[in-house]
């Protein structure tokens, strides 16, 4: 007869199995040694038709537990593989919110190095900082390669009423100033893809407890 429940439900129950089953086996015993005249096992002194009855018990408990698991966690599996979620990024089955989920978190196989999109915006941010600080330092050294040409011009007469040598410093200025190619404007696309990331985190997260809560399962 199968059994029905909420995926919330299922999910408590199997990282509660993890806990049991691990306790079990460690609690368990399945081997003790007795000398020939004896009656008791020596570990666990008592009568070793008993031992032999605790030990099978013990041991079809943790199996009957270990199948328990298998189907929860395969009606789980399966439940998270059809189940489809929504989000303003669009539509995933909750397997794949799990798992885009767990990328973002850098939880996956693949740790930090598949968090895609902190890569990327952590890139364009230091190399748009690179870039700013190249820009302005370059220009600060023409500012002053162009002061030194307007006084080698006018000398320490500032009141110099020709104006056109000033003409060839100024043009020079314009001609060398550097500017930031940034075909992106990546100021804001850093941040898009920043706060497109975190709203993704959010939703897929109400998302899955939602559909946690309000899915059934049977096994």
Excluded: C, W
Aim: charged residues 35%.
């Amino acid at each position: 007869m199968s059994e029905k429940m909420l995926v919330t439900q299922a999910l408590d129950e199997r990282d509660l199995l993890v806990k049991k089953i691990g306790d079990k086996i460690e609690k368990a015993s399945f081997t003790d040694v007795k000398k020939h005249n004896e009656e008791n096992v020596a570990d666990g002194r008592i009568s070793e038709a008993e031992y032999r009855k605790d030990a099978e018990r013990a041991f079809q408990q943790i199996m009957d537990l270990i199948q328990r698991f298998q189907k929860i966690d395969a009606a789980i599996v399966a439940s998270n593989a059809a189940t489809v979620i929504s989000t303003s990024f669009g539509d995933y089955t909750v397997a794949a919110a799990i798992s885009l989920r767990a990328r973002l978190r850098t939880e996956s196989t693949y740790e930090d190095e598949a968090d895609f999109e902190k890569m990327l915006f952590r890139k364009m941010s230091r190399e748009l900082e690179d870039r700013l600080m190249l820009m302005e330092n370059k220009n600060k050294q023409l500012e002053a390669t162009a002061a030194e040409m307007r006084l080698s011009i006018l000398g320490k007469d500032s009141k110099a009423k020709d104006e056109k040598p000033l003409e060839v410093v100024e043009t020079y200025v314009k001609e060398n100033t550097t500017e930031l190619v940034d075909p992106l404007d990546a100021k804001k696309k850093i941040e898009e893809i920043r706060e497109r990331r975190a709203l993704l985190l959010s939703e897929i997260d109400t998302k899955i407890k939602v559909s946690n809560a309000t899915t059934f399962i049977e096994i």
